[in-house]
Each structure stands twice: as structure tokens, then as C-alpha cells.
């Protein structure tokens, strides 16, 4: 074993089927991509060399700028949600309901399997107004309120996206970070416990800086996954009234594709990489820091 | 890597320079229609899914009247979402896999871009060349050029009008006459506000009904070359006159014309309140008519007629001005156009319009049998063969971009999201930089 893995050129060997493919399908898409974003044009009309004119663009394009504040704030908002709600999950199974938690976590979990776009026209219906009210408005009806346009207006629309996200997800990050929480030893919880740590305390200085990577990991799972959003807003919105519930990735495509210039949508593309990259990179940072303190 | 020797790590990176310098000679090498021209094997048409109308009809010949030409390539459906046809056929004609026959041109620039690239068939010389140029109506063809750029590249499988289909019983109950001026309609709507119906039935989430009132007011008061000024740029949206047509469609909606959540009431919601009668009118093309003579009309196709969209006084536009269009038309591909292909063509032109008509459909091929139309299907048939003047509507002339912002942005005019001036400052900027 140890003479065909010590042997470098059967390293070699070994990996270059896997390393072409990988190759072929993630890189060379992603070069020919950035090298697009030197051009302009479609695979119908053809390509022009424009220079930087697709950067000068992007800086000064409100379209963009507008769809990348929503990004932030989708993803913060809802990786702030994912995570403390997922945390919160995590800790009822772990001290409330130990044995009985195989239910409940299925139950929650439940919804992490449901096709995105079956969960937004799910949505669609619950929070409908026209042409009849939906649950959301005929409860708001009956409570006295009145019915409201949800998805007419873009900051009633951001809430119902947040909802369904979270709603849909929540079940994952609590069981991710039950997992974690498991490695928690007993015995640290036992001595704690009979030095007078309770409820709060004990969360606050025990179980979180112990269950702080799997933390960390969650973050990281999320902001990925949020900065990304795409289909579930494709769904449920479409982009929303005007392009108010427009992220990053739904304006790419749009320009890509629906607009035919395959040029800015890759310069656009180049933003969001960025964007992960700097996410990505500071939360390594300061997940490093940590460890070595 | 410390580990790696440095000859690796050169090797590495030398292959990496190699990948971005072929992607960079890839990318500018690209491009340009796709060739290949095989015959095809079957008489392939990929149409929109929410097309429903043309399939019976060309199944129906498939079985009748061109049996032959079915024969030698069978007939053969595949359908796509409209929302996405557009970019699948441009990828289509890049790769030089276009079916014989597919439906394209929803947004006549999309259109007119395919006709640029030559992937067309040039249906002038070709129904010439087949004899049969002559059976399609005159009018469908001009209103094709008008919208794809000058040439008859697609075939107008629809041909419609578009105006205000009313509930003639909900009118004589309230004494109200078919409205003839702009001031004549907005008292009727305010009448049936305050009797607790829903004036005009227009969808938000579409965006496109909306946007109709609007451009069809524009030509009646600023005459019919209005939105081809704006095309050419000779005029922009937001020129005063312009503003002051946006103002007075957002006004209908302040008022609570529109009723309450216009923004989220899609197509079928809409078609809803006007067949079941808690709205009074409905501004709609022709196409309705499917739904108006079928079994889910409540109201009854007897209880409903259609009046053209009034004149505004003083507007250099006149009521006799329809708008109207060849819905999503279909086209022929220039690289699979074999033999068997020409021939179903040429059956096509001659039977078309006549099995359309048998099944209730008015379309822009050429008719020579009298059908039994149900008494509103006659009077649009009539009204198209009496038309002297077309004009089209509010995206008709625009790129992607602006269509798109055009029609997610209405319902927010219309709930005063934004102002007249927004809406139309940004609709112009979309057409300025698409």
C-alpha cells in the first residue's frame, strides 16, 4: 500500500481521470466564463472584444447594485435565522427531549426534503390575496386585521421568502448542529451542572465555545447556500413586483439568457465569486483565530 | 503545497496558463450560427406550452386534408414554457439544431434577431414558389413586417384584435351604453364601483394588460406612429405627452378600477372575474374567445359582446385603430427546409384558415367556407375583415430588457408603488441601455 501511494508518479496515475474531469466540467467553464467578461455578445449573434467595458458598467449599473444589497440582506437575515433557530432546535433535542427527539427532528426535518418549487407554490397559495384570500388572510380577517398583499409589494414579499427559506431549511442546520452538540462530553455537562452552571450560563459558557466548529461549519453551509438563492425566489416571485425581490444570481440569468449578453451576465457571475470568496475567506479567518487561541 | 517539487508545481502552473489562454482563444472564436443541414425525420414543431390552439388544428390536417404530406414526415409535437423559449431557440440556432417548424418571436426583437442571423425561411418566396402566397390575409402580413424587422419570416397561425369585451347583461341592467369616448368609460367604471363589482379585470402578475391600456391610450392620443417614435427614437417615454398617458392609467388604478391585489391576480384569475361576472369588462385580444365560447363561462357567450377601445378627445388617434398581433407566432427553419418539409407548407397555407375557422379559431391564413361562428366570434371576424388601420402595443417595438421591466413593473404603477414619471423613466432607461 504504502510502496504504490509513496510512489509519486502512481499518484499521478491515479488521479488524473478524476482531476480531467474535474477539469473539463468545473474549471474550464469557469475560465472560459472570466474570459468571457472581456466580451460581449451571444452564441446566436456572436462575440465582440469590449475591453472593461462590462466593469465600467457593472460599477455604474443601479440594476446591480440593487440585487446585490437584497443578496446581502436575504443572507445575512436568513443565515441569522437558520443558524440561531437551528441552535435553539439543537438544544431541545439535545437537553428537553433527548430519548423522544427521533420524532420531532424527523418532523422538522421534513420540509429540507421538499422540492423548492413545490414549497413556493405552496407559499404562493398560503399568502395569496387575489382572487381569493389565502390562510395567512383569511386568519389576519378573522383576528380583525385586514387582508394584506403579500407578494404585491417588495418588503411583504422579502418577509414571505424569509419565512419560506427558513421554514424549509431549519430542520437541516438543528440536526447539523445536534451532531455536534453530541460530542459535547457528558462529563463536562455533569461537573458544570454541579458547579452551580444552569440554563442560560451553561449555554453561554459551555456549550457554545465547545460546539463553537460546528458552528462555524453552519455559518459557512449557510452564507454559501443563501448568497446563492435562486430558485425558491425564482418561484415565488419571479423576481417580485418590479425587480424588487431580485438577487444577485436571478439577474445574472436574466441578463445571460433572457437579455442575450452572455458578456455581463459573466461579469456579473465574477461579482457573486467574489462576494463567496471575501464571505468565505473572513469567516476562515476568524474561525482560525479561534482555534488557536 | 511546500511538499510539491518546484518542476511540479511548474508543470501546474503551466498547465493552468495553457487552460485560460484556450479559453480565451475558445471564447473569441465562438460564436456565429451553428452549420449542418440534415433533412428532417420528422415534421418536428416545438411550440409554447400555453399554446393550445394550434396543435388540434394541424393534428386535424395531419389526419384530413394533408394526409399525404403527413405520411412522408409525420407530424410530431414538443413543447417548452414561453418564459424560456426565446433563449432555447437561440441556443437552438447557434448549435444549428433548429426543428423544421418551431414557434419563436414573443418578443419581436428576440424575432427579428433570428431573422438577422438568416436561420428563417422567407416565407415570401417560398409560399410564392409553392402558389399559395395569396392565402395569407393581407393584414396579418403587415402587421409581421411591422413587427419583425420589415420581412414575412413567421406565419400568423394566430391573427388577433384586441379590445374591451363587455357583459351585455350587466350594462342594460345598469343602463349603460357601449362607451364611445375615454371620459364615457371612466364614468361606467366609477358607476360599477359603487355597485360593487370590479370595473376592469386586468392581470398584475402578468403585467402586459396593464401595459395594453396604456399604449392603446397613447395611440389614441398621439396617433398611431407613437411607439415606433419611440422605437426609432425620435421620441422618448418620458416626454411630457407620454408621462401624461402612464398618469392616466395609474389613475384608473388609484381610483380602484382595477379592484383590490391587482398585483398578484394572474392571467386565469382574471379571466375568472370577467366569466363569472363580477367584472363588467375586461380589456383582452381575441384569444378569449376560446374561453368565451366554452363551458366555463358563467355568464354565457350570449351575455357578452366586445366594443373597440374608446377614443380620448382631441387625440390624434381614432377608435377605429385596433390593436392587434399574431400571438406567438411560428417559423420555419431556413437549414431544415427539405423537400417534405415545403410540401406540408404548402398544405398548410391552403387548409389552415379553413379548419381554424371550423373549430372556432380566427387566424390569419385565408378562408373560403363559411362556418357557423357563434354570434361574438362573427362580429371580431367582421370587425378584422373591416379594419383599414393596425397599430401594435406597448413592447412590441422593445428589446428583452425593457419588455421585462415593462411588464413586472405595471402593477407598481397602478398601485403607486411608483410614479408615472418612474415608471416610465425606467422603462426608458431599459430601452436606452439593454
Redesign the interface.
Known sequence: MKAVLGDRKAIILLLTPALLVY?LIM??PV??S???TF?T???????E?NGIDNFTRLFSDAAVWDAFWFTVRYAVLVTLLQVVLGYGLALLYNFVLRKSSVVVRTLVFFPVVLPTVAVSLLYQKVF????EDGLVNELLVNVGLG?V?????GGTAFVVIVIMDVWRSVGFYGILIFSGLLDIPDEVIESSRLDGASGFRLIRHIIIPMSLPILFASIIFSINGTIKVFDSVFALT??????STTPLTLYMY?TA?????YGYGSTIALLLTMMCLVVTLFIFRSSRRDVTA | MSTASPRLRKALLGSFAIIGATAFTLVGCSGGGGGGTSAPESFEFLKNSENTTTQPVLDALASGACATQNEALPLEFSSMPQAELDSQIQLLASQGGLPPVFSAGGNPAEGAKLADADVLVDFDSALTDLGVRDKIAPGAVSTIEKLYGGGFNFLPFQYNIEGIWYNTQIFEENGWEVPETWDELLTIADEAKAAGLTPLSASGEQGWPITRLLSTYIFRTLGPDAMQKVADGEAKLTDPEYVEAAAAIADLGAKGYFGDNVTSLDIDGSYNLFLTGQSPMIYMGSWILGNINSEDNQVGAENMSFFPFPAVEGGAGSIDQYPSNVGLPATFSKAAYSDDVSSWLGCIAENYGNEALEQGQITGFVTDVDADLPEISQKVADTIAESTDSVLWFEALFPAKASQISSTSAALLVTGQLTPEQFMTTVQDAIDNP
Open positions: 477539469t474549471l474550464a475560465l472560459w472570466l474570459g468571457l466580451f455578445g451571444n452564441p446566436l449573434m456572436g462575440f472584444f395569496q390575496s387575489a382572487p387582508s398583499d403579500w407578494l404585491g409589494a419571479g423576481g417580485g413586483p418590479g425587480s436574466r439568457f433572457q437579455y442575450s449578453d
